[in-house]
Every structure is written in structure tokens, then in C-alpha cells.
């Protein structure tokens, strides 16, 4: 299983949201390169950066801390405010292996199958971030402040024989509060579209959620708020899965 430190940029500073909310922001410093540095040398290989800039206001914004990032010879998948074709050529050109496509993933999935047959599934991680609502989970939209009326499992079907390789499915209810990831999601989830690679976001508080992760059939986890909170290390981390 692949490790995915998050880096959450807004307005150029390291920041962790509670929830999603935008007025409950823990702010880890202004250098986000240094961080990615941190990491890479602590033994992570990938790094998974959200520009929630651009996902709040629907516009690409911190392009070039982005690239910074890349520079750094970290794997990058990066998202937040991609809207256009342009974006991920511009993305990818930076050096950005995956794009995250958010919001449109449920609100077009005609122009993002499209996007999948043209830059291939390998380049392209679907986010779908969802709120349990009676029962059903439900994508949540533009930077987590609208919910969806469809449901998580009508999207997914919608990709079906379209190429889809990746994608990470954040439980918002659980996000940076480190009550430990949505196992029983994740493994339904690869239970029932074993093509995907799911990536686990979400709640990851301890070394235990990791193994817990695994063990539902996440392809990938990806965690925040433990590493900067000293939980564990990503070198504790990576041993963990690899040992596994």
C-alpha cells in the first residue's frame, strides 16, 4: 500500500481543516517545499497536495508552489480548482504524475471519461469526498461546501469501462479529527470495483489505522493531521506497510 503525506496549501501556508470547514483551519507554516522535503528524505515516495485555494474559489491558484513541490523528485498527485483540459496539461507540464479531478468527477462525468481516454488512468485520481446522509454517503462538492443529491455508489458507475484507475474517497465526517478511517467503507468498496485502486482519507490517527487500511484492500492511504501532530512518523509509517 502506497503512503500519501498531505500537504493541504491555502494561500501558500501548510493548513489542516477540520471537517472541511473553512473557518476550523490549523495552520502548520509558510514553507510548504520544506515540508515535501521533510518528507521525501523521511523515505516517502509519493506526496499528495490539495490546493484549496483554487478548490474554495474554483480557480486554479498556487500553480507554482506546486511545481516547487515537484522539483522536490516526490511522485506529486496534486488537485483544487481543476476545471479545464488546460489545467492538466498544465499540471502535468509542471511535473504533476496524477491529477485530482474533484467536483466535476460527479457533476460531468462525460468531459472527465473524456479526460481518462486522453491523458490515461495512470495521470487522472478521481476525489470523491462524501457525507453519510441517512444512510447513504453523498459526494460533496466545490471545496466540501455543497452536497450532492446523488450517491457515491451512482457515480462510481458511471466510470465503469472508462478507464478508471485511481481514486481516493475521503469520509469528510472523519477528516482531521483522527477518529481513525472509514474501514468498512474502504473494504466494500474494494470489494465491489476491485479494478480501482482506493486510496483511504480520512481519520488516519495511528500505525494501526494504516494496517487496518491495508487490510480492506486500500491500494493507498493517505494522512495529514497524524504526521503533523506527531502521531507517527512517515519513517514508522513506511516500515509499518512494508512490514505488513
Request: hydrophobic share 40%.
Amino acid at each position: 500500500m502506497i503512503l500519501y503525506p498531505a500537504i493541504d496549501l491555502l494561500d501558500g501556508r501548510v493548513v489542516r481543516l477540520h471537517k472541511g470547514e473553512f473557518d476550523a483551519v490549523t495552520d502548520y507554516g509558510d514553507d510548504p517545499r520544506a515540508v515535501a522535503e521533510q518528507f521525501g528524505e523521511a523515505g516517502a515516495v509519493w506526496v499528495h497536495v490539495v490546493d484549496l485555494s483554487g478548490a474554495r474559489d474554483g480557480a486554479r491558484r498556487q500553480g507554482e508552489i506546486i511545481r516547487s513541490i515537484c522539483e522536490t523528485g516526490l511522485r506529486v498527485q496534486t488537485g483544487g480548482g481543476v476545471r479545464n483540459s488546460e489545467d492538466i496539461e498544465e499540471l502535468l507540464a509542471a511535473g504533476v504524475e496524477r491529477v485530482i479531478i474533484g467536483s466535476l468527477a460527479v457533476t460531468d462525468p462525460k468531459r472527465v471519461s473524456g479526460w481518462l481516454q486522453h491523458y490515461g488512468g495512470d495521470h487522472i485520481t478521481l476525489a470523491l469526498d462524501v457525507r453519510q446522509i441517512a444512510g447513504r454517503y453523498r459526494p460533496a462538492l466545490k471545496g466540501w461546501t455543497d452536497t450532492s443529491d446523488t450517491t457515491l455508489e451512482d457515480v462510481i458507475v458511471r466510470y465503469e469501462g472508462k478507464g478508471l484507475a485511481h481514486a481516493l474517497v475521503t469520509d469528510i465526517g472523519r477528516d482531521g479529527d483522527l477518529s481513525g478511517p472509514n474501514i468498512a467503507l474502504y473494504k466494500r468498496l474494494a470489494a465491489d470495483y476491485p479494478s480501482i485502486n482506493w486510496q483511504a482519507s480520512g481519520g488516519v490517527s495511528s500505525l494501526d489505522d494504516l494496517r487496518a487500511a491495508r487490510e480492506a484492500g486500500a491500494a493507498g492511504a493517505i494522512t495529514g493531521k497524524a504526521l503533523y501532530e506527531g502521531r507517527f512518523t512517515i519513517g514508522e509509517a513506511v516500515a509499518c506497510l512494508r512490514d505488513a
